[in-house]
């Protein structure tokens, strides 16, 4: 039985003609919402919702967005937070993404605006060890002077509204990877910083510089860390990173980096 079949059944408005309304019987509305938990949310939203006024009741209702929160898991950091609309924290939850466009290299350096550009500047090449990613075959490499790159991300218009990122303040994740080559030493750096709305910044995570002797693993690296307390005001997310190599060898023998991340993160972690 489809779904809308089922919305019919239980809405006997929703049916054409005495006849045919006949052969349809109303459902409680908690029967109603446990069918449209078994339903793609999506469909539940664009479909079963316009069927009748039953189904929008239900559809709009907060205590079927909280019990699908529920069983997918999307548990509330706070408690003492509850949101005014299950429903778009449901989805928010649901949509979790890399707000970093273009992270891996595959759009070459399109997303990304070069602060520094030293030695030979920016470059794309293959991995040179498989990356923990297999789905990674590229990384940006740096050459023998600072070379930096950043995106300044939108988060309104990414979907996160003042209202929301002022009553949840959910955690921001960063999250990137780095390798040296072998022969050459190398240096790398990150800094994120939470802007305000005139991009002034809120708080900044800045750890030290590593540095890489030559002769190295040239293992892949990933440097975490997750955003949390911060005040009011977050509107923006400033990514910058890069380095140099520590030897000036001509070329590309530099910190190589790749698969970024930053993501919203409206739920506890399960």
């Known amino acids: 039985m489809s779904f809308v079949y089922a919305c019919a059944v239980c809405c006997p408005s929703a049916s054409n003609g005495k006849e045919q309304s006949d052969k349809f019987f109303p459902v409680p509305l908690e029967i109603l919402e446990e069918i449209f938990l078994h ?11 316009l069927v009748c006024s039953q189904c929008k009741e239900v559809a709009d209702s907060e205590s079927l967005w909280r019990e699908r929160c529920r069983r997918e898991g999307y548990n509330l950091r706070d408690s003492s937070k509850t949101p005014e609309d299950w429903r778009l924290f449901y989805f928010l939850c649901k949509k979790r993404r890399n707000l970093l466009k273009n992270p891996r290299g595959e759009g070459k350096m399109t997303g990304w605006m070069i602060k520094e550009n030293g030695g030979d500047g920016w470059k794309l090449e293959d991995v040179m060890v498989p990356h923990p990613n297999e789905v990674v075959k590229k990384n940006f490499v740096t050459s023998f002077q600072m070379c930096t790159k950043e995106q300044v991300i939108d988060l309104e218009k990414e979907g996160y509204s003042p209202t929301f990122m002022d009553k949840f303040k959910p955690d921001i994740k960063i999250s990137d990877w780095y390798a040296p080559r072998w022969d050459c030493g190398c240096e790398y750096s990150i800094l994120v910083q939470l802007l305000d709305a005139k991009q002034n910044v809120i708080q900044s995570y800045t750890p030290d510089t590593v540095f890489f002797d030559q002769w190295n693993d040239q293992e892949w690296k990933q440097k975490i860390h997750v955003f949390r307390d911060y005040r009011r005001g977050v509107r923006y997310i400033r990514f910058s990173h890069g380095g140099k190599d520590t030897q000036f060898w001509a070329g590309w023998y530099g910190i190589r980096v790749t698969d970024s991340s930053v ?3 409206p739920a506890v972690d399960t």
């Open 263 to 265: 993501e919203i993160c």
């Open 39 to 49: 339903v793609p949310a999506n469909q539940v939203v664009h479909v079963c919702r």
